[in-house]
Each structure stands twice: as structure tokens, then as C-alpha cells.
């Protein structure tokens, strides 16, 4: 937990102090700095190795692992906008990990909570899901009853509270409209489509 504050402490300070310019600041976990503000209290857009993270701001490393950072790249104004649009008007910070591994804190899943989160968009997948654990992939919807459809490599299943997250591979989310598209009646609350990892290998050997 204090490694973790840690972290959480040098990115703040870096954005706060850096131009518009990218700098690459190299982790030191064993050192400590002073607080910071927020720009407009708005919070930064943060990217994982090449992965957009739904969290904005410094709560979405709260769980990341420091000794698994490599570098950590600040953009600002100008910068960000130009490389993110309007995903970095309040700026970004990239982060990157040894060998694309984020080496997230171990942490259980409720997997009987797992429920559609309207801010997630089709075809999300980690870029190494098997290594990071798949956290707080859905939020309970306003209408209890409005259930999705869950597919699991392939079939239709009622519930994934038995599914171990360590054996997925990807996720995808279809919301809406495009899942009565695509699976008629029963997708209109949306569509949630997982393949685990034996599956994925067992296709591959296929193909």
C-alpha cells in the first residue's frame, strides 16, 4: 500500500511540474514527494501500455504494482491534445511496464456483481489479459432485471458467477442496439462475449 501511494505521488507531482513537451521520468519507488493540485480539477487521461484506461486520473494505478514500471511519459496541453484529442484536454500520462506485464495486486472478484457498465465500448480487450487480473469489467445497470446475455467461447450461458477470471482471455461488451443486432431479443440489455484462454489456444490450433 505505501509502494503504492508512492506511485501515486510521483505521477501527480510530474504532471503537475512538467511542459508541454513529454518528459520520461524513471520509477524510484523509495522516494517520496510533496502533494499536488489537479489542472482545473479535472483528472488526466491514463494509458497502460497503449491501453486507454476507463478511471481517469491517478485511482487507476492504485492497484498497479511499481516494481513492474519501466517508464512513466507526461503529456500536456498541446501535447495531449494533439496525440489523444479530446481524451487529453486535461492531459495524459503514459505508462509503461516491464515486458507489457501491468502486475496488478492480486485482489478477489465478485464475479456475481458482474454487470453492464454503459461507459464500456465493444471490442475492449486487455493487452494481456492473462497476466492482469480483469477487475470490475461491468457495473450494476438502474434496472435489476435488465440482465445482458452472456456468451461463453461461443455459447450462451445464464451466469458467469462459477467462471474463474484467472482462465479468461478476452471480453468484449455489446451494447444496446447492436447487441439486439446481432443476437436478436435476447441481447437488447446488451451482450457480454468472453473466451478463456484454453478456448482461444484451441481455436488458434485450429486455424
Known amino acids: 500500500m505505501k509502494k503504492a501511494s508512492i506511485l501515486i505521488t510521483v505521477l501527480a507531482l510530474g504532471f503537475h511540474v512538467c511542459a508541454q513537451q513529454p518528459d520520461t521520468i524513471k520509477v524510484q519507488s523509495n522516494i517520496s514527494f510533496p502533494g499536488w493540485s489537479k489542472p482545473d480539477n479535472k483528472e488526466p487521461l491514463i494509458i497502460i501500455d497503449g491501453n486507454k484506461q476507463y478511471i481517469r486520473g491517478t485511482t487507476a494505478l492504485k492497484d498497479i504494482n511499481p516494481k513492474n514500471i519501466e517508464s512513466i511519459n507526461i503529456l ?94 478476452s471480453v468484449d461488451v455489446i451494447k444496446n442496439a447492436a447487441g439486439k443486432s446481432s443476437y436478436g431479443e435476447k441481447g437488447k440489455n446488451g451482450v457480454i462475449i468472453i473466451t478463456t484462454i484454453k478456448a482461444k489456444k484451441k481455436s488458434e490450433k485450429k486455424n
Open 76 to 169: 500536456k496541453d498541446s501535447a495531449a491534445i494533439r496525440k489523444y484529442q479530446f481524451d487529453g484536454t486535461a492531459g495524459a500520462i503514459e505508462v509503461k511496464t516491464r515486458n507489457g506485464d501491468a502486475g496488478f495486486y492480486k485482489k478477489a472478484i465478485d464475479t456475481g456483481h458482474i454487470i453492464l457498465k454503459s461507459e464500456m465500448q465493444p471490442g475492449f480487450r486487455s493487452a494481456n489479459p492473462s497476466k492482469v487480473i480483469i477487475r470490475n469489467l461491468l457495473q450494476k445497470d438502474l434496472d435489476p432485471k435488465a440482465e445482458p446475455m452472456y456468451v461463453l467461447n461461443g455459447k450462451e450461458v445464464q451466469d458467469i458467477k462459477k467462471l474463474d477470471p484467472s482462465t479468461i482471455a
